[in-house]
Nanobody, 122 residues
Framework: QVQLVESGGGLVQPGGSLRLSCVTS????????RSWYRQAPGRQRERVAA???????RYADSVRGRFAISWVNINKTIWLEMTDLKPEDTAVYYC????????????????WGQGTQVTVSP
């Protein structure tokens, strides 16, 4: 079982910055992708950033160049640095870990945090 605890959301003005953190604990068995998703009211959840075990990152077009995801292994934390925030970035942000179900398994499991609200408004 993997537990994820997010923090760092809040209210920020357009053009401002926020940094979200997601502290992870529990057993992770490799071939892992760590991601941040968001969901705005009335919209589907979308992935905004992801990082794999090699450190390769991917971003949604809407946030590329403004958001940065990182993974710090020593304190088991996934970070999302958000700059130049826009009102359309307003959403609940969730961290996600996709990892093998066991060391030798070919199946994967998804784990989610509880979400943290980000509101971008004047």
């Amino acid at each position: 079982q993997v537990q994820l605890v997010e923090s760092g959301g809040g209210l920020v003005q357009p053009g401002g910055s926020l940094r979200l953190s997601c502290v992870t604990s529990g057993s992770i068995f490799g071939d892992t992708t760590r991601s941040w998703y968001r969901q705005a009211p009335g919209r589907q959840r979308e992935r905004v950033a992801a990082i794999n075990e090699l450190g390769d990152t991917r971003y949604a077009d809407s946030v590329r160049g403004r958001f940065a995801i990182s993974w710090v292994n020593i304190n088991k934390t996934i970070w999302l640095e958000m700059t130049d925030l826009k009102p359309e970035d307003t959403a609940v942000y969730y961290c996600n870990v996709l990892t093998r179900s066991s060391p030798t398994s070919t199946t994967y499991r998804d784990y989610w945090g509880q979400g943290t609200q980000v509101t971008v408004s004047p």
